[in-house]
């Protein structure tokens, strides 16, 4: 599977953005998706996952509650809904996808990635 992760862009704390993993190849809902980001100097950080087939998202505790995972099955897409933004949200993010029966929060466990997509929240 190929993923195109797009929706980045900068926004005022306190706001909103959508991002978008779309897949090609490949039907997502035969996978799990985690999204991830990186921000300058630092390790990439699991955000959230999803599997179709799962119990629902699951969310690193510091996004819980502002950001929402969702899909789309006739577009093939998986969309992070972040709402609330901090300037800690700062980063570049990432979709990946893997075959796992469960959510992983290593990022080493995903064989696929998107390209990334930066995300800046101003103070």
């Known amino acids: 599977v190929q993923l195109q992760a797009s929706g980045g862009g900068l926004v005022q704390a306190g706001g909103s953005l959508r991002l978008a993993c779309t897949g090609s190849?490949?039907?997502?809902?035969?996978?799990?998706v985690g999204w991830f980001r990186q921000a300058p100097g630092k390790e990439r950080e699991f955000v959230g996952g999803f599997r179709w087939s799962g119990d629902g998202p699951s969310y690193a505790d510091s996004v819980k509650g502002r950001f929402t995972i969702s899909r789309d099955n006739p577009s093939n897409t998986v969309y992070l809904e972040m709402n609330s933004l901090i300037p800690g949200d700062t980063a570049v993010y990432y979709c990946a996808a893997n075959r796992a029966l469960w959510i992983a929060i290593v990022p080493s466990l995903y064989p696929y990635w998107g390209q990334g997509t930066q995300v800046t929240v101003s103070s």
């Open positions: 190849g490949d039907t997502l809902s035969k996978y799990t």
